[in-house]
Structures are given as C-alpha cells and as structure tokens.
C-alpha cells in the first residue's frame, strides 16, 4: 500500500518545530558488534530510517560506521535519516551532559543528533564506571543531583544547536508531569515499553495532549515467549488479515498513534518488520480488549538494565 496512508512512511512531527520522527524505527541494542553493523545495514536497506542509540549499548562506533557507509554510498542524505542516543545514569551531573553528548556524536560519527534522551530518570555515581556497586552488590545512586538539573543541561545542548530535540525514557507520568511543567524547552519524545499488555494509555493520553512523541519499545514484547507475538487475538488476526503476528503488533502500536522501536537482527526480519500495514478498526479494537498485563523490563523501577552489554559489548544490554 502506497500513498498518505501508507504506516511504513508515517512520519509524526516533534514539538517547537525540531522536524519529524518515522514512527518506524530500528532500534540498535545489539550484543555483538558485526552483527550490530549488519543489523543496520539491513534495516537501512529494508526502509527503515530512525535509529535509537545509546551510550549504554556499547556500539555507537559500529551503528555509526553502518550509516555512514550507506550515506556515503549515496541517495540518502544525512536529513534522510533519524537518528537518537542516550545519556547513561552516571552522567547525570549536569557538567557531564555536554561532554558525554560530545563522545556520543564522536563515535556516531555525526555533526549533529536528531533527538538526545535521557536513558532513565535514575542518577547513578557519576564517573566512567556505568554500572557503579557497592561491595553488597548494590547500586549507588547519585542523591546530588535531581532529573531537573540534568534536563536543564540537555536544554542548553538544544541552544548549542547540535541536538534537534531532547526527551526522556522510562519514565512514568508522575515522573514526566513536572519536568514538563517546570521545562524552557519540552520534552519532544518519552520513549517507554508499551505493546498491547502494557498499553500505557493515560501516559499516551498525556502525550497527546502535549504534542509529546510516544515512542513504544518493547513492541513484539522483546521476542519473549509466551508474550504478545502468541497471544490468540494476535495470531487470529494474523491469520485473518495475512499478515505474520509481529506485523500485526507493529502496526496496532502506529496505528494508536506511536513510534516504535523493533529490534530485527537479519535482512528477512527487517523486511518483515517494516512491511506493515493498516489493520481494519475492528481489528485495533480486538486488540485494544486484550485483557493480559505484563510489564516485562524492570528498568523504570531501578535504572538497572534487563540486560545489559558487558564492557566489552560482547554481551546482552538494554
Ligand atoms: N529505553 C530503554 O530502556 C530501552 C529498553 C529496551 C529496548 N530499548 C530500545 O528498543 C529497541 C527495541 O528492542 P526490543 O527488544 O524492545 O524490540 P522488539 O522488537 O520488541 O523485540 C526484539 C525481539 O523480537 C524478536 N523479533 C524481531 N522481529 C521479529 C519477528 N518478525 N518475528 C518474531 N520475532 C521477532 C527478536 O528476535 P531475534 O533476536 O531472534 O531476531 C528479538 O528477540 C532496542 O533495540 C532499543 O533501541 C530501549
């Protein structure tokens, strides 16, 4: 299907005029660095042209080095694409935000970002150790610093002009209500889970009414099995409408009015999951009765990853 209506093509527009966001996009939290380079480059040759990043996620260089050669390749250009990355909890003070951005566009290999996100609203020990412990085990926190401060430092990267927009990721409303009310420049995106046993319907309601980006990662519920890819309203309705299950999720998630993240790793996947479709309305309803609730990423609630890459980036990450 081709034309206005087409999801693969729907680009939503970001507040105070920071340009648009493809609904569709490929996230990079990938454990192993060539696969992260092949990964791209088959999402990039799929259709796919928002990419989220992050510091966190150990392979800026390699997700970098996959752009840059497919820019450099010719008839995209570097407005073409969206690209996001992260701050880390342990670069929270607000005198680390500018330099952590710094590094992060470095090893992107980028002039500027589309779009810099506050990975959580947690602080933890700033300093180059990103998973900071105590001799229990325990995380430590940085008490010294509120999320207020460290947004303030991410509104002066929008002044500097190297950073379209700014936003904020697993957080919950009562988290995002301040920071919206007290912010000089708003919140563009709040990237949070979200698939049909996690809908976050007042926070989509919030965002909304804001002009505020719902960006839903986590929409084939991570892969996880049992999980939303066999739920039976979602398998019924793939077979009803010859879609796979995990196109009939993406597209509820763009039809309900939000951006995604998918994670396909081979060039089959990402051709899959960016062929979608729009499902008939009384298939979104179907979906929108799915009863099951499940929050599958404790993230929100700690700051600590699911799963996170090793130093090494050798391992899972989040
Ligand atoms: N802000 C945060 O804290 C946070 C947390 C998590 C993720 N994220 C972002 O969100 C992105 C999306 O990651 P996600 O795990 O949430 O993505 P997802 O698309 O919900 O899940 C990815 C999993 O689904 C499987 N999969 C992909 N396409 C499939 C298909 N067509 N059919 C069946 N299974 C399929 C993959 O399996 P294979 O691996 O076998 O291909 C993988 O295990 C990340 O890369 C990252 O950028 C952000």
């Known amino acids: 299907m081709n034309g206005p209506s087409d999801l693969r093509m729907k680009r939503i527009p970001l507040n105070q005029g920071a340009g648009y966001m493809p609904a569709l996009g490929f996230g990079t939290l990938i454990p192993d660095r060539a696969e992260t380079i092949t990964a791209t480059r088959d999402a990039l040759e799929a ?5 989220d990043c992050a510091e966190r996620y ?3 260089t390699e ?3 996959a752009l840059q050669a497919r820019l450099a390749a010719g008839g995209i250009a570097r407005e073409g694409i969206f690209v996001t990355t992260k701050l880390w909890n342990s670069n929270h003070r607000p005198e680390r935000v500018e330099p952590a951005f710094e590094a992060s566009l470095d090893r992107l290999g980028l002039k500027y970002l589309d779009l810099y996100l506050i990975h959580t609203p947690f602080a933890f020990q700033p300093g180059d ?6 001799q229990n085990g325990n995380v430590i926190y940085d008490h010294g610093v509120t999320l207020l ?7 002066s990267l929008v002044n500097h002009g190297k950073c379209r927009a700014i936003g904020l990721s697993d957080i919950g409303l009562k988290e995002l209500k301040p920071i919206y009310e007290s912010a000089r420049v708003k919140p563009a995106v709040v990237q949070v889970e979200a698939h049909p046993y996690l809908p976050e319907t007042e926070l989509l309601e919030f965002c909304k009414e804001t002009g505020i980006v719902f960006l839903a990662f986590a929409p084939l519920g991570h892969g996880m099995r049992p999980g939303p890819l066999e739920d039976p309203v979602i ?3 793939a077979a009803r409408v010859g879609k796979t299950p995990a196109q009939v ?3 509820w998630a763009v039809q309900r009015g939000t951006a995604l993240l998918t994670t396909p790793r081979s060039a089959a996947r990402a051709q899959e999951n960016f062929d979608i479709s729009a499902l008939p309305e009384d298939a ?3 979906i929108n009765r799915i009863q099951t609730r499940q929050r599958l990423n404790r993230v929100v609630t700690t700051g600590v990853p699911g799963f996170i890459p090793k130093a090494r980036g050798a391992e899972q990450g989040n």
């Open 284 to 286: 979104l309803d179907e």
């Open 47 to 51: 259709g796919f042209r928002h990419f």
């Open 149 to 155: 401060d460290t947004w303030k430092a991410m509104e």
């Open 63 to 65: 997700v970098g080095r």
């Open 235 to 237: 398998l019924g309705i």
């Open 129 to 134: 150790d990103q998973d900071p412990r105590d």
């Open 58 to 60: 150990g392979n800026e």
């Open 249 to 251: 999720l993406l597209a």
